[in-house]
């Protein structure tokens, strides 16, 4: 039997995140505003992907972004999971180049940290559905 490297969870609020250290460990970011509701997150330990949905209040957007690069929809590297790797709560059009369905506003955020030693970074993209405050995250 070969041993699943999918993890996936559900958090209904931040604090769930909080009391179960999703955040320590690393796949959910800490600029997720506490206000963060119907969490899902997945990701792949094997190929070190990371896909994460939340609904966020209007208001907190832009306190959110502050620390995010506004990118347009050329400079996004889109996630491509491995078929088995896709969650049905991704959006389609998230996953590939393409014309987009809904009016996303994309960004960047250059993720530092230590690993060894040595300076590392992770490039972390964000899609934020104006329309229905939805945040997706990946890890590419």
Request: charged share 25%.
């Amino acid at each position: 039997t070969k041993l699943s490297l999918d993890m996936d969870a559900f958090y209904a609020d931040y604090q769930e995140v909080v009391d179960d250290g999703a955040i320590t460990r690393g796949w959910i970011p800490g600029y997720m505003p506490r206000s963060a509701t119907n969490i899902q997150e997945s990701h792949n330990l094997d190929i070190n992907i990371s896909w994460l949905r939340f609904t966020v209040p209007a208001e907190d957007i832009d306190d959110m972004t502050q620390a995010l690069l506004l990118i347009t929809q050329d400079q996004v590297k889109f996630s491509r999971p491995h078929r088995r790797a896709v969650r049905s709560w991704w959006p389609k059009d998230l996953q590939q180049q393409t014309d987009m369905a809904k009016p996303y506003r994309f960004y960047r955020y250059d993720d530092h940290y230590q690993m060894g030693g040595e300076e590392q970074m992770r490039v972390d993209f964000i899609a934020v559905d104006v329309e229905s405050g939805t945040v997706y995250y990946w890890m590419p």
